[in-house]
């Protein structure tokens, strides 16, 4: 799927508690005008239950929200 993201809308978010470090980044959706979440967990050595599309620099597609 080839997404259209806003890269002038983007919001960088993360987790620096108990030792980690851990960051995402949601850009905007053009098509539909919802946020979308990019988390690379594999770059911070976690494996997780769900399949995930990877975008190349942005990492796996997780989550829509408005």
Do not use: A, C, P
């Not at 960088?12 to 988390?39: A, I, M, P, Q, R």
Request: charge should be negative; proline fraction near 0%.
């Amino acid at each position: 799927m080839m997404l259209k993201l806003d890269d002038t809308m983007h919001l960088h978010v993360g987790y620096y508690e108990n030792g980690f470090d851990y960051e995402g980044v949601f850009f905007k959706s053009l098509d539909t005008g919802k946020w979308l979440l990019f988390f690379d967990h594999e770059s911070y050595g976690i494996q997780m239950n769900e399949k995930n599309e990877r975008y190349d620099d942005l990492g796996f597609l997780w989550e829509f929200t408005n």
